[in-house]
């Protein structure tokens, strides 16, 4: 069983920068490809990045790509997503995920991630 639970979230305003922690437990979770997600209200929850295992692979949404960061610490067992240039369309509850199966790559499919953080806020506003 995997655990994760996110920090980092607040009210920044446009262009500011903000960084994300998702801080994992459970036995194998050095195995698994971590996600990070976020959903803005009236919106479909979308996929920002994601990170795998062993290799660290990344990949991005075209919206992020460019202006943020996702990095793993596997001695502090944490994910982060660094937000740099932020926009206000980037205000959304974001969720770090991990998938039902271990592979060495991202899956794209939300279905696939059936662990999940409780969400922190993130809101760009002036």
């Known amino acids: 069983q995997v655990q994760l639970v996110e920090s980092g979230g607040g009210l920044v305003q446009p262009g500011g920068s903000l960084t994300l922690s998702c801080a994992t437990s459970g036995d194998t979770v050095d195995y698994y490809g971590i996600a990070w997600f976020r959903q803005a209200p009236g919106k479909e929850r979308e996929r920002v990045a994601c990170i795998s295992s062993p290799a660290g692979n990344t990949e991005y949404a075209d919206s992020v790509k460019g202006r943020f960061t996702i990095s793993r610490d596997n001695a502090k067992n944490t994910v982060y997503l660094q937000m740099d240039s932020l926009k206000p369309e980037d205000t959304a509850v974001y969720y770090c995920?991990?998938?039902?199966?271990?592979?060495?790559?991202?899956?794209?499919?939300?279905?696939?991630?059936?662990?999940w953080g409780q969400g922190t806020q993130v809101t760009v506003s002036s």
């Open positions: 995920a991990a998938p039902q199966v271990i592979a060495p790559f991202c899956w794209k499919e939300l279905a696939e991630y059936t662990h």
